[in-house]
């Protein structure tokens, strides 16, 4: 008893200790005493579209005190420019905008040039800033027309500009364009850990399975990505409530996890196949899964709620209702998670077959239908989470298993692998890490932050945060 008291507050302090390195790296970027609030800057998100004007005169240096106006999709914003910063305002819904400018209210000494457009036409998506860019002055000749970074529904960050190869449309968040203060930092935490709760319930699943097999799972990030098109079919196109799309959902992917095991992997455990052959079945299945969820919603982005995200602030963190509902039911399910492991016969059963299938069988416990249990666990909770991403995020597409599953292997192997709650652990630091990377780094390149911690971990700490070192040899 003595024994596992000290290893439960070994366990504890390794945790505190992670948060407290989560937290960090907030602390170093700027202190609360640079605070800043300005009211003509929009914060974009994963629910959050913005359109942004500048002007710039023949030194690159920004004119304030010019007039201009945001049109599009049955929105209109007057704006006035300043001589520090883009000027941004939050648009209503994704799609077209055009940005103009009166010209009447330019200086005298810097005139919009003969045969310039007043106006400019940009492509506002969420998560980024569309940027429109005037040129005026003396010296300055008219820029050619403005071209189009990105397509209606393609990747967030599209953006126009008056032909200024130093104002493009990169990335809200990168460092080169805007200032980091306390304001953005404090979002993007509220952000990481959005991104981190629902990385957990997927990745706890994950945990779970190799815990009790061996396995790991390569097509564990497709059940995810199923969860959010089963999602966006039940609710969008089948017209069902959330919360019975949502049960609709559970039920289909629990079902296909029971399936899974029942067809290929406990025919596979009885005839003794290796982990690697059983991670290489795992890849086959990940590439079918892919294309049948191409086949179901197709290969562009959808959406699971067809109305606009309605924002809400919480302790000075603006996201949609819906994200802030998805991480209040993270919450409680991975606190779900963790009693049931700890309270229920069925998870001390699930945690004997995880420390000694070959004792656990011997004390009575049979460990093939202790593993089925894990695998329709792991599989509902992993469309939930997918289900409650897609909600929470916007849109997805059906490579969107893929591109979170490495960060779900970042996640399980930075707490430990075999072990839940270090599952959660890493995910809460994958989601920071990931989220606050996004003000010094180009969004696009936001999740490879997360693949270098995940190098560091294996470098110096293989076992993880709160996993065991284990004797070879």
Excluded at 88 to 115: K, W
Excluded at 212 to 233: C, K, P, R, V, W
Excluded at 237 to 245: A, D, F, H, I, V
Excluded at 439 to 448: G, N
């Amino acid at each position: 008893m003595t024994a596992d008291r000290l290893d439960l507050a070994r366990r504890t302090r390794r945790a505190i200790t992670a948060v407290a390195l989560a937290l960090l790296p907030a602390m170093l970027v700027a202190p609360p005493a640079t605070a800043s609030t300005d009211d003509a800057t929009c914060q974009p998100d994963a629910d959050t579209a913005c359109v942004a004007g500048m002007v710039l005169n023949e030194d690159n240096d920004q004119v304030g005190g010019v007039d201009l106006t945001v049109t599009g999709e049955g929105f209109t914003a007057d704006l006035v420019t300043t001589d520090e910063r883009p000027v941004a305002v939050a648009v209503p819904d994704v799609g077209r905008y055009v940005v103009a400018i009166d010209a009447s209210t330019l200086p005298d000494d810097q005139p919009l040039p003969e045969g310039a457009e007043t106006e400019i036409e940009v492509v506002a998506q969420t998560g980024a800033t569309a940027r429109a860019a005037f040129r005026v002055g003396a010296g300055v000749e008219a820029p050619a027309a403005p071209s189009e970074t990105a397509e209606d529904g393609e990747t967030a960050g599209a953006g126009t500009t008056g032909g200024d190869d130093g104002v493009g449309a990169a990335p809200e968040g990168d460092a080169s364009l805007v200032d980091v203060n306390w304001g953005q930092v404090w979002q993007q935490m509220g952000s990481g850990l959005r991104f981190g709760l629902l990385l957990a319930l997927a990745s706890i699943g994950l945990n779970l399975v190799f815990g009790t097999t061996g396995l790991s799972n390569f097509a564990h990030g497709e059940q995810f990505a199923l969860g959010a098109a089963l999602g966006f079919i039940t609710v969008n196109q089948m017209g069902m409530p959330l919360w019975l799309g949502g049960i609709v959902t559970i039920a289909v992917c629990g079902l296909s996890g029971y399936a899974q095991d029942a067809g290929i992997w406990r025919p596979l455990r009885k005839r003794n196949v290796p982990v690697m052959q059983l991670m290489i079945v795992s890849i086959g299945l990940s590439i079918t899964l892919q294309y049948v969820i191409q086949l179901l919603i197709g290969g562009g982005s959808e959406r699971i709620l067809s109305s606009n995200p309605r924002p809400l602030t919480i302790a000075g963190v603006t996201l949609s209702a819906a994200s802030w509902i998805s991480m209040v039911v993270a919450l409680v399910c991975v606190l779900g998670i963790a009693w049931f492991l700890t309270r229920t016969r069925i998870g001390r059963a699930t945690r004997a077959v995880s420390d000694n299938p070959a004792l656990a069988s011997a004390t009575g416990i049979d460990p093939d239908k202790i593993i089925r249990i894990v695998w329709v666990m792991a599989t509902g909770f992993a469309a939930l989470a997918g289900l409650m991403w897609g909600a929470s995020f916007g849109s997805f597409n059906w490579q969107l298993g893929v591109q979170l599953l490495l960060l779900m292997f970042a996640a399980v192997t930075l707490g430990g692998l075999g072990t839940a709650l270090g599952a959660f652990v890493g995910s809460l630091l994958i989601g920071q890490v990931v989220e606050l990377s996004n003000l010094f780094i180009p969004s696009d390149l936001r999740y490879a932050s997360a693949l270098v911690i995940l190098i560091l971990v294996l470098l110096f700490r293989p076992q993880g945060i709160l996993g065991r070192r284990e004797r070879i040899g």
